[in-house]
């Protein structure tokens, strides 16, 4: 607070100061009432080095005009003001601690975000009142080289995952998207892998918050392929309770519970990789050794469709929208919770009289589409590696490709003379394609290689010819 403030300091001279600089490290001229009218600029915040390069130069700068000199001072909070009235120098940055700067980032990056969303009044109340607080005058790096960082990005991504899934099971619209992890009537390690395809649609605002914490992006996308993983295991009728850890974390006997459609499974054991936030929010239940737990949703789906295990929900939505009278009662469809807005209980469900949903698909047909299970795996995994190089349409045709794939083999599983004829039609596009084509999506398939898949394809062909499919009324099989 020694230097005063100059009379000279104004748009212009910061304008002047800029262009002797070369202005990278900088945004904007701003002006109002944040730093007692005076004009700042914002520095990019993520460009320390230049910041400190800055103040270098500003310290060394005499305005021609003006004759001011050394009247500059950058902030934390990544702003140049004058001297006079800065509190709070960059200078200072190196003395503070990695926790402190770790406080002081987060909320600089809570200002930065208010910053961006909201508009320029809330902005500055953000600025000016959350700055007098003394923590968050600083800017800490949320530093990836920390672990305790780490476990606290997994710990806080466990609690969004905790929400995100919550509303998954509890908002129609999102219902939608995630009742296909739970279509499911079996449960072992591939249910884990039913993932839905509509899941980016609302899933990220979830997240949100960790953002505006200021995690680097980097670790929100390994915190989150951790907690994602740590999911499948849990996935399993093969790994009884664990005594105190089914109370901690999330564990094959607690997650077997969320997966139920038992009265008592009904919105139950939400978390990721903890269990606690349940326990916490309420929705925690223990499994249960008097009953057995019968798995998959209340209507059930009675079909290998890719395409209606991911879209029956949202047609669904679609008709009871368009029944419902007013808009208000239109729009609340989507929103509400699955069983509608009641305090009713739930329909009591009678786990002794339930059945899985089976069409006897003969065993020779079985094998087959294990078979060409097994040939799209690599197909699927090349497509996954090479997807973001290809331009959209080009990729758009190689997902059609596996798509049909899939809806021909699970129309054959259910023994629709269409799935027949779909899937004769596939492999020859695909047997004649792979061998044709001098490139496969940017694979140079060996000759050997070619030759192979145009012999199974036609192979294929000729020998679904002979099959009889005839359609097959869904049966029952005792769970
Ligand atoms: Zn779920
Ligand atoms: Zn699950």
């Known amino acids: 607070m020694s230097d005063r403030v100059p009379k000279s300091w104004s748009v212009e001279t910061l304008g002047a100061l800029c262009k002797f600089t070369g202005g990278s490290a900088f945004k904007e001229i701003y002006q109002g009432k944040s730093h007692g009218d005076y004009p700042f600029i914002k520095v990019s915040d993520m460009n320390l080095e230049g910041n400190q390069k800055f103040i270098t130069y500003a310290n060394n700068w005499i305005d021609q005009e003006t004759r001011a000199c050394k009247n500059f001072c950058v902030n934390r909070g990544h702003e140049i003001i004058p001297k006079g009235i800065c509190h709070d120098r960059y200078d200072d940055h190196e003395k503070t601690s990695q926790k402190e700067r770790t406080i002081q980032r987060i909320m600089q990056s ?35 080289s920390s672990i305790p960082l780490w476990i606290l990005a997994l710990v806080l991504y466990d609690l969004c995952y905790y929400w995100a899934h919550r509303m998954g099971h509890e908002v129609n619209v999102m219902w939608a998207s995630h009742v296909v992890h739970h279509s499911s009537e079996y449960y072992n390690l591939s249910t884990a892998l039913r993932q839905t395809s509509t899941g980016a649609l609302f899933g990220w605002v979830f997240y949100l918050p960790l953002a505006v914490l200021g995690i680097p992006w980097q670790m929100l996308v390994v915190v989150g392929l951790i907690d994602l993983l740590y999911q499948y295991w849990v996935h399993t009728e093969l790994i009884g309770r664990m005594g105190v850890l089914d109370r901690i974390f999330v564990t094959p006997s607690n997650h077997r519970v969320h997966h139920g459609q038992n009265d008592y499974c009904i919105d139950k054991n939400y978390g990721g990789i903890l269990v606690l936030w349940d326990r916490l929010f309420g929705t925690f239940a223990e499994e249960r050794d008097d009953e057995k737990i019968c798995y998959g949703i209340r209507k059930p789906l ?11 929900y949202y047609a669904d939505l679609w008709e009871m929208s368009r029944a419902a009278k007013g808009w208000r009662a239109k729009l609340g469809v989507w929103v509400a919770p699955p069983g509608g807005w009641t305090d009713e209980p739930i329909e009591h469900f009678e786990p002794r009289t339930f059945t899985r949903f089976d069409v006897q698909t003969p065993a020779p047909l079985r094998w087959y589409v294990a078979l060409q299970c097994a040939v799209l795996v690599p197909f699927v995994s090349h497509f996954i590696g ?8 080009t990729a758009a045709v190689y997902a059609l490709g596996i798509l049909v794939t899939a809806v021909a083999l699970g129309a054959l599983l259910e023994r629709f003379v269409w799935g027949k004829w779909l899937e004769q039609v596939r492999l020859l596009a695909l047997g004649v394609s792979f061998a044709a084509v001098p490139q496969w999506f940017g694979f140079e398939a060996p000759l050997l290689l070619k030759g192979a898949l145009l012999v199974l394809c036609v192979g294929s062909v000729v020998w679904l010819n002979r099959q009889s499919v005839a359609p097959a009324n869904a049966v029952g099989v005792a769970a």
């Open 110 to 144: 809570f200002k930065n975000l208010a910053e961006g969303t909201f508009d320029e009044a809330f902005a500055k109340i953000v600025h000016t009142k959350l700055y007098q607080i003394r923590l968050l005058r600083h800017n800490p790096e949320w530093s990836m």
């Open 386 to 393: 090479v997807a973001k190089g290809l331009d959209r349409g």
């Open 302 to 312: 009675h079909s290998f469709s890719p395409i209606k295990g991911n879209l029956h």
